[in-house]
């Protein structure tokens, strides 16, 4: 029940549109990552080629995350998403097009580069839009933030099979192309919605500081969890070679995001008096507990228990995390933000599967999982220490009531 009056909340606050806008918007964002990797390995028949692609696109998307994010706080999200949009997809197809030519790997990895830059970030201003949306309203709020975060795993795991599904029955190309087309009509769309916001180039200069301590605190929380998810991707994949079922581990890290996007839906139930701090303790402390589990799995049915009860912490951790950033930070700034919490996740995530798969390769296929249990215990440790109801206040620009846009 919960999970309809979400929607049915998100459609009354912006007409039910945008939400599709916004679902399809955010895929490009899970496709080219795999896309890029897949496309530049099969065309120049070598996987470090692929891999720089990947890992250019994803240092982009760290770097570019946190800028287009303040500039849509400046500006206003229509006219830097409709540039990010345009930007994007022409990188795309620049990538596919010097990929299939076998133009030199500098051009290639200039328009993977690129492609990062100017990912157009509809996850996080979906959120920053959401919690303008509802007027700082804490049960709208939340059940708003919970479909989005749903959301967002729905496309992280539905993104990349999109592209091994098209890579396997067409070519590596049509899924990169796919991703170009859903970022120049969806993401389009959704910047010219009528729920996006302008810009406040005055009230953001005055708007005060972004890295607070509490703020902080959260970006460390983002990246711990970030580390969980590259360690347990290394992890599943090196697990399920030794076991001799290598095909398993796409199934495996599809089930993390089936299970997570479950418990992002529902977050919706949770009564209101659980404070955002007390959910981000006690998910902390959920996900460490299903962390363990990892340590201690020998076959294929056993990885699944484990890793589909880890996804069970992890959408109410980013639902929650989210939600404290709008207590947190200045109005003015929430955009770049939620922005800056996405890159670190993302950064963090390529992190911690460069030392897992140095673990993996130097002892045995559990190590990746001792980073990803290490990641949740430091995770913990920081959420007791610092989420408190009197750290986590309101930001002290606050907005309106809820606005309902036809």
Not at 236 to 251: C, F, K, M, S
Not at 367 to 384: D, G, H, M, V
Request: aromatic content about 4%; some cysteine; overall charge positive.
């Amino acid at each position: 029940m919960a999970v309809f009056t979400a929607f049915g909340t998100a459609a009354r606050l912006t007409g039910g549109r945008v939400l599709l806008w916004s679902a399809l918007g955010r895929l490009p964002n899970a496709m080219c990552p795999i896309g890029a990797l897949l496309l530049v390995t099969h065309n120049s028949g070598s996987v470090w080629r692929g891999s720089a692609a990947t890992g250019l696109l994803a240092i982009g998307q760290a770097v570019g995350g946190p800028l287009v994010g303040r500039l849509a706080d400046r500006h206003g999200q229509r006219p830097i998403g409709l540039l990010t949009a345009a930007v994007n997809t022409l990188a795309i197809l620049a990538l596919v097009a010097g990929s299939e030519a076998g133009r030199p790997l500098h051009e290639q990895l200039t328009a993977a580069t690129l492609i990062g830059l100017s990912v157009p970030l509809v996850g996080p201003l979906s959120r920053s839009r959401w919690v303008r949306l509802t007027g700082g309203d804490a049960e709208l709020t939340s059940a708003t933030l919970s479909l989005d975060g749903t959301l967002d795993e729905v496309s992280f795991t539905a993104g990349p099979a999109v592209i091994g599904l098209l890579a396997a029955l067409v070519e590596p190309a049509a899924g990169l192309l796919t991703a170009a087309g859903l970022v120049a009509v969806c993401a389009t769309l959704f910047a010219l919605h009528p729920t996006a916001p302008g810009g406040s180039p005055d009230r953001q200069r005055g708007a005060g500081r972004l890295l607070t301590t509490p703020y902080l605190s959260l970006l460390a929380g983002m990246a711990l969890l970030g580390t969980c998810f590259g360690s347990v991707q290394v992890g599943v994949t090196a697990t399920t070679e030794a076991l001799g079922r290598p095909g398993a581990a796409g199934l495996l890290y599809g089930l993390m995001g089936g299970t997570s996007a479950l418990a992002g839906l529902a977050t919706v139930a949770l009564p209101v008096r659980w404070d955002l701090p007390l959910r981000l303790r006690a998910g902390t402390a959920l996900l460490f507990a299903v962390s363990l589990p990892l340590l201690t799995v020998g076959s294929v049915g056993g990885l699944a228990l484990a890793v589909g009860g880890l996804g069970l912490a992890i959408a109410p951790q980013m639902i929650t995390t989210f939600g404290l950033v709008e207590r947190t930070v200045p109005a003015a700034r929430l955009g770049e933000a939620m922005a800056a919490l996405v890159s670190g996740i993302t950064l963090a995530q390529a992190g911690g599967t460069l030392l897992a798969g140095r673990l993996a390769e130097r002892h045995d296929t559990t190590a990746p999982f001792w980073i990803t249990c290490t990641a949740a215990l430091a995770a913990l440790a920081l959420a007791l220490a610092t989420a408190t109801a009197r750290r986590y206040r309101r930001a002290p620009e606050s907005v309106p009531g809820p606005v309902t846009v036809g």
